[in-house]
């Protein structure tokens, strides 16, 4: 076990900064994506119909599991593999494409008849016409792309399996690039629903065509039939069931946010929109390409019965995710350059600005649950144990909704979105100690303990970095571009060299250990291309 252990993290880190460098690009060009929609739109009426156009193909996507099957379908496929059988893994995936696929598309027909009805039934707080019959036409461009996503959250389960990583990383770099080419070029003939029209572009390039072409490379068999009571197929609604009826953290908040927030003053959830992809960046880089990384690894452990390596794997790994924290310190401190220097151009302007600033500092709070429960959901998803993190995630969603609205209608705005985290981490911590009891994890308390270092050390960085911000705005005020970019940089260098004083004084050597990997990957990027 000790001699296999240092192969399995040196290809987890190596997969890891494929999916990290993929994340950190999608998430540049999603922040374009954000730019070019704010430039157009601003926080307005618009941008709140575009927004909420997406609430009904995310709950339909979200009920045929389409952005749970690489996660439900890599430890079915691997299983066969594993075997050498790979001929009868492709027939599963032939039974679960038809099958789904069937059910998905007669359940973008029926949104798509029924859209007026469902919109209503998602947003009850829209009471402007026009607004609701814009959120009603885009919502209809948008469905028929959950097909898409579908077929290739498919095809790239297929990759992973492989341990193919750089054709399914470059499905949202080209999925947002559609977004921001519809945007720009048919913005200025049809206004906001150019956007979802790159949406519908974006996922048929991105999610489809690329991945289809990735999967055959690597020895995709496909037929069409469909045989609902194949034991195969059984199997994998079973696994995927919890996922149809249960709540996530992801698709939880951006609902949930959509539907408080249509009581909320125009722009408003445009404005929590834009906080959230903000935090989203650090969740991207440090919750969501690890995860990826490590799971085809995880559901490999898992599937040999290691449970001793698989929380060895789980504990070192969480505490690299905790590592957004002090990063989400740093994003608090800086949060009105941030959103100044991202979005306040077009009709983003500086009121907008303020509305979104202070709005981010309540998401950033939970950045590190919605990174770690991500995470912690995947060990259980590892040993095929769906209904576990989707009874504990939906019970914990559900009984936030009260506190929710108890905050929207005490603090506003800010209410929704602080209720949002909160719940997100109560549904983190439930679910790791869930882990925990479990499996009688015995290096826990190493976990908590480093969370407890971790965000001491990241609380005195930010009182640090926040008198050296309101030196900085005392001498520069953050009026402009370029005053505000420096504030950025001299802050951010400061707090790269705070960091290390932090992992010596406190000793945690994940810091200097982040540190080296990082830049030891970023020179090997530099000599050598990645394979797909």
């Not at 575009?50 to 045929?64: C, D, G, M, S, T």
């Not at 303990?449 to 001491?456: A, E, P």
């Not at 402009?480 to 504030?487: D, G, L």
Request: net charge positive.
């Amino acid at each position: 076990m000790k001699t296999a252990a240092p192969s399995i993290f040196k290809k987890i880190g190596v997969a890891s900064f494929i999916m990290m460098a993929s994340v950190f690009a999608s998430r540049v060009i999603g922040l374009v994506r954000e730019m070019a929609i704010a430039w157009a739109g601003g926080a307005d009426a618009g941008v709140d119909a575009y927004q909420i156009a997406f609430a009904l193909p995310e709950i339909l996507n979200h009920v045929v599991a389409s952005g749970f099957l690489s996660i439900t379908f890599i430890p079915v496929f691997a299983r066969y593999i594993t075997r050498g059988d790979e001929k009868q893994g492709f027939e599963v995936f032939s039974l679960v494409f038809n099958g789904f696929g069937l059910i998905l598309v007669t359940g973008i027909a029926t949104g798509i008849i029924w859209t007026p009805f469902f919109v209503h039934l998602l947003a009850p707080g829209i009471t402007d016409p026009a607004t609701f019959a814009l959120a009603v036409r885009m919502t209809r461009i948008i469905l028929p792309a959950q097909f898409f996503f579908f077929a290739g959250g498919l095809f790239m389960a297929v990759q992973f399996t492989k341990e193919k990583f750089f054709i399914p990383a470059l499905a949202p770099l080209i999925y947002n690039l559609g977004i921001i080419c519809g945007g720009v070029f048919l913005y200025p003939h049809i206004g906001m629903e150019g956007f979802a029209w790159g949406v519908l572009g974006g996922a048929f390039a991105g999610n489809f065509l690329l991945q289809m072409a990735g999967a055959a490379r690597q020895g995709l068999q496909f037929r069409f039939y469909i045989n609902f009571f194949h034991p195969d197929f059984i199997h994998y609604v079973k696994i995927t069931l919890p996922f149809m009826v249960g709540l996530t953290v992801t698709f939880s908040t951006e609902i949930l946010m959509k539907l408080f927030g249509s009581f909320l003053p125009t722009g408003h959830i445009a404005a929590m929109n834009y906080a959230l992809r903000i935090m989203f960046i650090l969740v991207g880089f440090f919750g969501q390409a690890i995860g990826m990384a490590s799971y085809p690894f995880m559901a490999g452990i898992a599937a040999a019965g290691d449970m001793d390596r698989l929380n060895h794997i789980i504990n070192q790994t969480l505490k690299f995710i905790f590592l957004v924290i002090p990063f989400s310190v740093l994003f608090i401190v800086l949060r009105y350059e941030i959103v100044m220097i991202l979005f306040q151009r077009g009709a983003f302007d500086a009121h907008a600005t303020h509305l979104t600033a202070n709005i981010l500092p309540f998401f950033m709070a939970g950045a590190f649950a919605f990174s770690a429960q991500t995470f912690v959901a995947r060990g259980f998803y590892a040993l095929e144990n769906t209904l576990y993190p989707a009874v504990v995630s939906t019970l914990c969603m559900l009984a936030g909704l009260p506190v929710i609205y108890g905050c929207m209608k005490v603090f506003g705005v800010t209410g929704v979105a602080s209720g949002l985290s909160l719940t997100v981490i109560v549904s983190s911590f439930a679910l790791y100690g869930s882990w925990n009891r479990k499996t009688r994890n015995p290096g826990d308390n190493g976990v908590y303990l480093f969370l407890v270092k971790l965000s001491l050390a990241s609380l005195v960085m930010g009182g640090i970095l926040s008198g050296i911000h309101q030196m900085l705005t005392r001498l520069m005020p953050p009026t402009a571009f370029v005053p505000a970019m420096i504030i950025c940089i001299v802050t951010g260098l400061v707090f790269l060299m705070l960091m290390p004083v932090a992992a010596r004084l406190l000793r945690i050597p994940e810091i200097m250990t982040f540190y080296e990997k990082t830049a030891r990957r970023l020179l090997s990027w530099q000599k050598k291309p990645p394979r797909s």
